[in-house]
Structures are given as structure tokens and as C-alpha cells.
T-cell receptor
């Protein structure tokens, strides 16, 4: 079965410090990878996506992620976080053999501490 | 950019009544839309795939008679929660593909509270 694992359910980090949110997926076929952010009581906003090409993907709000096929990972990073980055972050995967269906991780709650 | 509008954003209803949630693609046509459900502090779970002009495809464990989906046009899909009960209280989110090459656009969600 296809699955997405976000190992850290909660990540507290001080303001202006770097952060990495981890995401691993199971796959034996081609994948498309996404990171979404959800602010309280809101829908999901796309941060970045990997479809093909360069394994380092840059997104909005200073976030970037690196696709590592050998480790089946797609970790999200930001070199310096702001208070406004406090939110829930979801990793999502779409597999080439499942059409357009998305599989979401359980989410990581990022809390930026002043 | 591609926008998916979801309405209402919040709704409170009495147990036993039905609630309709609308999902509209504002500047693109969507032959397929997706409905998700999110419980507090949990991830999104796909409930069903809405197909324009045909029956929706429901995920295993989702009651199709309780969660009625209608996709009557290329820009509108509706989810009706019939005979709602408190356990149906949840955050419902729809999404659609604007055709830009993956990266589905999500609606802002509907917070349903059944009292």
C-alpha cells in the first residue's frame, strides 16, 4: 500500500532558526511530491511541488525541499523561520499508477517561538 | 491564479438535518473534484472523487447514501451531508486540478458542527 510518513508531529523552533520537516514515502513507481501549509481554520495552500527535473525545489515563503529518490524522502527546509510560519504542514504524494489521487501525511505542527 | 471557492465556511446544524456544501472552480473548468475530511489534529482523508456528469467514486468506508455528491457542471460540485449527526462534525475540504501540471488547488474548507 502507498503511504506517506511525517515522522515529527510537532516541531517547536525559535524565531530566525533553521527548520527541517521530514517526509518519507513508500513507492516503487514514479511519484509527484508536494508540501502544503494550513493555517488555523483555513484550507491548504501549496508551498512547493516536485514533478520532475532538479531535485531541489524552491517554493513560496522561503521554503525549499529536496527530492531524494534513494532515501524516498522529500524533506522541507527553511533557513530562518518567522513567527508567521507557525502552521500545520502536510506532505502529499501522488503516484503515477493511482491517477490523480493524493495521499497525505499526518501533518507536522510547526510552532515558532519568539 | 486558479481559485477554488468553498461555501459556506462554517455551518452549525441540528442533528437529523441535511447540509449542503458547495465547491466551485472560479476561473477554470474541473471535470474532477475531490472531497476530503479532516478531523481535529489529523490529516486529510479522501472521501470521494466527484466526476462531472457521472456518479462519484467513494473511498472504502465512506457511506455514499450519507454523503451525497453531485457534480452537475464543470465548475460546481456539491457535497450534501444527509441526516447529520454529531459524529459528522468535521472540517470538509474540496480540491480540483486547474491543469497546470499537478499541484491541486484546495478550497478554504467548511467547518461543520452538528449539535
Amino acid at each position: 500500500a502507498q503511504s506517506v510518513t511525517q515522522l515529527d508531529s510537532q516541531v517547536p523552533v525559535f524565531e530566525e532558526a533553521p527548520v527541517e520537516l521530514r517526509c518519507n514515502y513508500s513507492s516503487s513507481v514514479s511519484v509527484y511530491l508536494f508540501w502544503y501549509v494550513q493555517y488555523p481554520n483555513q484550507g491548504l495552500q501549496l508551498l512547493l511541488k516536485y514533478l520532475s527535473g532538479s531535485t531541489l525545489v524552491k517554493g513560496i515563503n522561503g521554503f525549499e525541499a529536496e527530492f531524494n529518490k534513494s532515501q524516498t524522502s522529500f524533506h522541507l527546509r527553511k533557513p530562518s523561520v518567522h513567527i508567521s510560519d507557525t502552521a500545520e504542514y502536510f506532505c502529499a504524494v501522488s503516484y503515477s499508477n493511482t491517477g490523480n489521487q493524493f495521499y497525505f501525511g499526518t501533518g507536522t505542527s510547526l510552532t515558532v517561538i519568539p | 491564479g486558479a481559485v477554488v471557492s468553498q461555501h459556506p465556511s462554517r455551518v452549525i446544524c441540528k442533528s437529523g438535518t441535511s447540509v449542503k456544501i458547495e465547491c466551485r472552480s472560479l476561473d477554470f473548468q474541473a471535470t474532477t473534484m475531490f472531497w476530503y475530511r479532516q478531523f481535529p489534529k489529523q490529516s486529510l482523508m479522501l472521501m470521494a472523487t466527484s466526476n462531472e456528469g457521472s456518479k462519484a467514486t467513494y473511498e472504502q468506508g465512506v457511506e455514499k447514501d450519507k454523503f451525497l455528491i453531485n457534480h452537475a457542471s464543470l465548475t460546481l460540485s456539491t457535497l450534501t451531508v444527509t441526516s447529520a449527526h454529531p459524529e459528522d462534525s468535521s472540517f470538509y475540504i474540496c480540491s480540483a486540478d486547474p491543469g497546470s501540471g499537478y499541484g491541486y488547488t484546495f478550497g478554504s474548507g467548511t467547518r461543520l458542527t452538528v449539535v
